[in-house]
Structures are given as structure tokens and as C-alpha cells.
């Protein structure tokens, strides 16, 4: 007999690994049965529970034959046996399916025998949400907070979702509503109703992390949670907070089945490419958290939560935030120096205010920036909030680089001597203890002022905020909604009225934003049904945004580092990167760890990381990622590169991830598959996928054009390319040209 290479056998070698890597030895017969044979029905595989009771049935098929097609086959054998699942697998795709509660669906991995264990006590332990009441109010730090009507409105949209098997949900909620609170309150409900155990937090940003793990332990007390980070050993406790950029290169680690809640924070900067991989890994119920306006959520987030286009599953508009008075409102600084919005001519010569601290600079203007923000701070505070004691009250600059940072607060101090250099501190990745000057913002009597750049804008929470000094020129309607949002949160301990904006760039003209046309996102305000302004903005559909950093990041030759933003090469500072870690791999235990493929505890992993983050060189994530353009690394990605037991993924690497990750999301059929790896190969080499790339050499050759038709329809080929270039290869030069 001739060798078949598409042979179930060679499927089942496959499986057998598959299984492996999920914890399964499919050679113990106490876990998994194969050939199995019972009143004229038979299956390849049982999987075993821990007592020897069925859990599932694994019915294999050769590859190239879509294991769907096998679901009839293998039930009536799972219900005789009475395991109440199925998996279906080719070696290459595997399904699960629920069979008394879904149909069949397409996961990552198989699960392994605890999550099965798992859900069978779930399944039996499972209440109806309805008898788990909402409650009216919560304490968080202490204080005693009354469940918002839209939090409550929400809360049911979710139980509705749960009740009817839907398993993704999107949530849009303006900045300073109580997204996090809201969702701890539900998760809550969830797991006292049985219906989830274990919840997987994701973030992209550090503060996020911060955040959502402070809200958990206030309000999830009861329930075990930690933050998993790079290169610690991963623990077994019901909630798992941790970065989208660790996950990315941990979720290999994990089977499909082990969390039952995935939370995606600021999800609309989440469902692209290998970003997406880190959500599609996880057979969950998904819940996406944003702030962001509908207008500016790429259709792609809308498709990953099963949402029509624009319509999330629960939303608040901001209008009707500001005009119940969950939010604060705001007015902007008049008569302040606006120089910078239009640039400035000298000699003959304009300078473009996009360039100003990038290409150039003026000391007397960022001297009077910070002079008229604090004369005016000091004249308004009591008027934005009676109950602040001390002058002026908690005030937040976003600046444009560290250097510019570190000047700015260096103004502010000298124009108050008399506390000796704790009014205004810079709060950046490389400042010693960012943690703790945090800490003293929010919590102590100094500092007064805040100053950054890129890292107290979003996932910040400082309700006494005053006012939001924007140093800097903004052109991101989604990071300007995110900035404004910082001084939104009301604060009733000090009697908060209003907060100041001090706009020195003129960013709220650009936007048509004022104190009584408010801005939305969607080109002008509506408050006051005026001004509507944004006709000379494009319309929203050409302003989507994914929330990656600035061009210049990535365009520049320099990454800054130090409080003082000192700029250095970025091939000198990767190249003393790898020459520390190198030096110090058999000197300094952690490294060493990292080295021998050994897990760090948090405690060394907290201590690396501030080893490495010290003054001369500030090794950190953020500076890390700006040196390798690899906005997706983590500190233990960047050690183990520097030690060469992995390299920085190079491009065309990057974009077949992405590609995966969306196919995988897109369940084709094996013949749809094969197609579109064929275009993939095209993007790849030309950075994008258009119609005539079909009619032309070398695709034309394979008669490219017709097929698509003939696989998708004339239409649907229109719609597949649009959505693999938005998907697969855009986000890649959005990364490279924001």
C-alpha cells in the first residue's frame, strides 16, 4: 500500500501531541482510552476523569477533511458513554463541542482534563443570574459607593447575554464612569452564581494592570488574584490579571478551557494580529471594556464581539455622563499664550509646532506655559472645588518627551522654592519608584503637580485632579478624549465642580471642543445642539485609531531615557543592553534563571527589573521596545534575545502570527484556508492585498481571480481582502507611521 501522507494515522500522531501539550498521556490509560468500541459504536479516544468517569470523546479525521463533518459519528458514542463532550480534530483543527448546550466551534487547544473536571462541576453548581441580585451600593477603599443606573443597566444587558449562550460582549463607557468597578460588581455575580471559576484580566498599558489589580482586591477580596508577569511561574488562583504583551508570549502555556472570563480592557487596541492571538487562545466568555467612542472602533473589535458595526452590546454616551452629572464637567483656561498652535517664524524660517521639542525648542515659552497654568491654578482652585485645602489642588501636565518633562517640573519648582522641589515631580518609566510618586499624587499633600509623557494618560485614576495641562500638541481624537478624561471623575470630599483645561497648543479648536459644544469623538459636540463644528475634520470612518504610540517613537534614531531625557542611539543602547545581560548571566541569579528556561518568583521578578531600570543605562520595557521597534516584547523577550536563546521577531514572522490568529478567528473551510495563505504570501511582499494583485503575475498564473469568486463570490472576495489587509497588514504600518 502506498504511503498516504494525509492519512488518519499521521492525524493521530499529531493528536497524541496535541493531547500531550494539554497535559493529557494519551499512553496512561487511566486518562485516555483509544480504539474504543460499544454496541456498534466506536471512537478513536476517551478522555478520563480523575474518579474514571467519561469526560469526552476525541473523534480523529485525516487531514484535509474538515473534523465538523465527523459530529454525527462521534455522538451517539459520547452519549453512551455519557461524556458530555466532544472533540473533533484533524491534527490541524480542533473543535469542542458542548454537544447538550452549543454546537461545535473551533478552539486552540484541546483542554485539559481539569478544565473538563471543571466544568462538570460547574454545570451542576450553575444558578440563573436572576437570583443573584445587583446591588444598590459597594464600598471601594473604604468609601461607600451607590450602584449607577447605567452600571445596573449593564450589569442586566449581561445577565441577558449569559442567559442566551451569547459568548462575547462589548462594553463602551466613557472614561471616569466606573468601567473597572462595574465589571469587578459583575465577575462577582458570576462566580457566586457558578458561572465562571476562573477570569482572565487583560490590559496593554502597566497602569491598567494597577488599576484593574487594586479594584479586584478591593472588590473581589474573597477570591485569590494575582498579576502574572514575564518569566514568573504562573499561579493557580481564580483571577489571573496580566499584560496583553506578556500573554502574547504566554498563552502557549495555557489550554483553551482554563479560564472561563476573559476581560480585555481597552479591548479596540486588542483584536489585531498577535495582539488577537493572546484573546482567540481562550474558548471563554469574552468581555471587551473601552472608552473609546463608537465612531472610532475599527469594524474588526465589532466582528470579534459579534456586534454589529457601531452598535456595541452596552454603551453610555458621554452627553448623557455629563448631563447626569456622573462626570464632571470642565472649562478651558482663557487668555493663555497660544503661540505654539500656529509655530513660529524666525530668520526666514517656520517651525512647525509638530516639531516643537522633537526638532526644536524655546525656553521662554515652556517657562510661560508653566507660569500662566500656575497663576491661574492658584487664582481658580477654590472656585473648582471648595473643599480643597491645599493650593492648587492635584493638577496632571502632559508633556511631549521626557527631556521636556523634566524641564516643565523644574519651572514649576523654582516658582515654588519654599517646597523645596516637591511641588511638581516627573513621573516616567525611568524615574526611580514610579510607583510610589504615584502613590503620593493620589494619596498625599505633595506633590501638587504631575508631570509626563505617554504613561499617566490612560488607566489613571485620580479623582482630585483640577487640572489637565496639555503641553503638547495632539492630533489622536482618541488620546485627547483620554487625556480630557483624566479631570472627569467627580469627587464629592472636596466638593468638585469643575475641572480646568490649560490648553497652550489649541488641540480643543482642532477639535471643535468646548464647555458647551462638547467634543464626542464624532467631529463636534452636541450639548448645547450647536456648533455640531468638525467640518473641516474628516469624518470619523477615516479616524480610526488602534492607540499606538506617536511617529516619532519609531521613526527616530534616539530612545530617551533618565528623568532628564537623555537621548541615546538606539543601536548603542541595544547594543549595552546585550553586552549587561551577557556580562551578568552567570553573576546575577535572575538572569541566570531566565537563562535555564527557570520561572522567577514576583519578588525577583519586581527586583530584576529594578536592577536593570537604574540610572546610566535605565534598562526598562518602555525603552527596551522603542530600541527594538517591538511594541510587543516584555523584559524577559528583550533578556533572552540579549543571551540569543530568542531573537526579535522579524516582520514578515510578525505578519504570519497575525495571519494565523485571524484565520483561526475567521473558521474558513480547509479549500478557503489554502486560498488565503496564497494571498498572505502576496502581502507579505507587498505590504497589502488589492483586487488586481489577482489579475497579475505571479497570482493571475494560478487563475487567482476566479477562484476567489468561486470560494467567497465576487462580494465576498471584496470583503475577505479588506478584512485581511485591516487586519493582518495595516495594523503593521499604522505601528510604523504613528
Keep these: 500500500m502506498p504511503y498516504d501522507p494525509n492519512s488518519e494515522a499521521d492525524a493521530r500522531i499529531e493528536i497524541d501531541e496535541l493531547l500531550r501539550k494539554a497535559g493529557w498521556d494519551p499512553s496512561d490509560k487511566s486518562q485516555v ?353 471648595p473643599g480643597q485645602k491645599t493650593a492648587p489642588g492635584k493638577a496632571i501636565v502632559f508633556a511631549i518627551t521626557k527631556h521636556h518633562a523634566s524641564r516643565l517640573a523644574k519651572y514649576l519648582n523654582e516658582l515654588h522654592p519654599e517646597h523645596q522641589g516637591r511641588y511638581a515631580e516627573v513621573i516616567t518609566s525611568d524615574v526611580t519608584d514610579a510607583d510610589e510618586l504615584i502613590r503620593k499624587f493620589k494619596r498625599e499633600q505633595f506633590p501638587q503637580v504631575a508631570v509626563s509623557v505617554g504613561m499617566l494618560d490612560t488607566g489613571f485614576d485620580c479623582p482630585e485632579a483640577l487640572h489637565i495641562v496639555m503641553a503638547r500638541r495632539i492630533r489622536s481624537p482618541i488620546l485627547y478624549q483620554q487625556m480630557r478624561g483624566r479631570g472627569t471623575r467627580t469627587c464629592p470630599k472636596i466638593g468638585k465642580q469643575k475641572f480646568v483645561i490649560y490648553d497652550f497648543f489649541g488641540n480643543h479648536k482642532y477639535f471643535n471642543d468646548s464647555d458647551t459644544d462638547i467634543f464626542t469623538g464624532t467631529g463636534g459636540g452636541g450639548r448645547s445642539g450647536g456648533g455640531g463644528g468638525g467640518t473641516t475634520k474628516p469624518p470619523a470612518k477615516d479616524l480610526v485609531e488602534i492607540g499606538q504610540e506617536d511617529a516619532w517613537k519609531e521613526h527616530v534614531h534616539y530612545v530617551e531615557i533618565g528623568p532628564e531625557g537623555e537621548r541615546v542611539d538606539k543601536k548603542d543602547y541595544v547594543t549595552n543592553w546585550e553586552d549587561t545581560i551577557r556580562a551578568q548571566a552567570e553573576k546575577d541569579s535572575a538572569i541566570k534563571k531566565v537563562k535555564n528556561s527557570q520561572p522567577l518568583s514576583e519578588n525577583e521578578e519586581r527586583a530584576l527589573a529594578e536592577r536593570l531600570n537604574q540610572p546610566r543605562h535605565y534598562f526598562n520595557e518602555e525603552n527596551l521596545r522603542d530600541a527594538y521597534h517591538n511594541p510587543g516584547g516584555d523584559l524577559i523577550d528583550f533578556i533572552k534575545a540579549a543571551l540569543g536563546l530568542a531573537k526579535v521577531k522579524s516582520r514578515e514572522e510578525i505578519l504570519n502570527e497575525n495571519f494565523h490568529a485571524w484565520l483561526v478567528a475567521k473558521n474558513m473551510t480547509p479549500e478557503q484556508s489554502q486560498y488565503l495563505i496564497l494571498l498572505k504570501n502576496r502581502g507579505i511582499a507587498k505590504g497589502k492585498v488589492s483586487i488586481q494583485d489577482l489579475f497579475a503575475p505571479p497570482l493571475s498564473i494560478l487563475n487567482a481571480g476566479q477562484l476567489g469568486v468561486e470560494l467567497f463570490g465576487e462580494q465576498g472576495l471584496q470583503s475577505i481582502i479588506s478584512d485581511m489587509n485591516g487586519s493582518v497588514f495595516l495594523p503593521q504600518q499604522r505601528k510604523a507611521a504613528e
Excluded at 449593564?154 to 462595574?182: Q, W
Excluded at 506578556?246 to 502555556?253: A, K, L, N, Q
Design 33 to 385: 482510552r483509544t480504539e474504543q468500541h460499544q454496541e456498534g459504536s466506536r471512537t478513536d479516544y476517551l478522555l478520563l476523569a480523575q474518579n474514571g468517569h467519561p469526560l469526552a470523546v476525541v473523534e480523529a479525521k485525516r487531514s484535509g477533511i474538515d473534523p465538523y463533518s465527523a459530529k454525527q459519528q462521534a455522538l451517539p458514542y459520547a452519549k453512551l458513554r455519557g461524556a458530555p463532550f466532544i472533540f473533533l480534530s484533524n491534527g490541524e483543527v480542533i473543535y469542542f463541542w458542548d454537544y447538550t448546550n452549543d454546537d461545535a466551534r473551533v478552539v486552540s487547544s484541546f483542554y485539559s482534563r481539569r478544565d473538563l473536571e471543571r466544568l462538570v462541576v460547574m454545570r451542576k453548581q450553575r444558578q440563573p443570574m436572576a437570583t443573584v441580585a445587583i446591588p444598590d451600593d459597594y464600598l471601594r477603599n473604604g468609601e461607600a459607593r451607590s450602584v449607577r443606573p447605567y452600571q445596573k443597566e449593564g450589569m442586566r444587558a449581561l445577565d441577558h447575554a449569559v442567559e442566551l449562550g451569547k459568548r462575547r460582549f462589548l462594553i463602551e463607557l466613557p472614561t471616569g464612569t466606573g468601567k473597572t468597578d462595574m465589571i469587578c460588581l459583575y465577575l462577582k455575580r458570576l462566580l457566586k452564581a457558578g458561572r465562571a471559576e476562573k477570569i482572565l484580566f487583560l490590559v496593554d498599558r502597566e497602569q491598567l494592570a494597577k488599576q484593574a489589580t487594586e479594584a479586584i482586591q478591593d472588590l473581589l477580596n474573597q477570591h485569590p488574584a494575582y498579576w502574572l508577569k514575564p518569566g514568573v511561574v504562573r499561579e493557580e488562583k481564580q483571577i489571573t490579571v496580566c499584560l496583553l504583551q506578556t500573554m502574547i508570549s504566554r498563552y502557549h502555556e495555557i489550554t483553551s478551557g482554563y479560564f472561563d472570563v476573559v476581560i480585555a480592557d481597552e479591548c479596540h487596541r486588542s483584536i489585531y494580529g498577535a495582539w488577537q492571538a493572546a484573546l482567540t487562545h481562550f474558548d471563554a466568555f469574552h468581555i471587551g471594556l473601552t472608552a473609546t467612542p463608537a465612531e472610532y472602533i475599527d469594524r474588526n473589535t465589532y466582528q470579534f464581539y459579534h456586534c454589529k458595526p457601531g452598535q456595541p452590546d452596552f454603551s453610555l454616551p458621554i452627553l448623557a455622563a455629563f448631563q447626569d452629572e456622573f462626570l464632571c464637567s470642565y472649562k478651558f483656561a482663557t487668555g493663555i499664550t497660544e503661540i505654539l498652535s500656529e509655530g513660529a517664524d524666525v530668520d526666514d524660517e517656520h517651525y512647525d509646532p509638530a516639531e516643537f521639542e522633537r526638532k526644536w525648542t524655546n525656553e521662554s515659552t515652556n517657562r510661560l506655559m508653566m507660569q500662566e497654568f500656575d497663576r491661574l491654578a492658584h487664582e481658580n482652585y477654590k472656585e473648582l472645588a
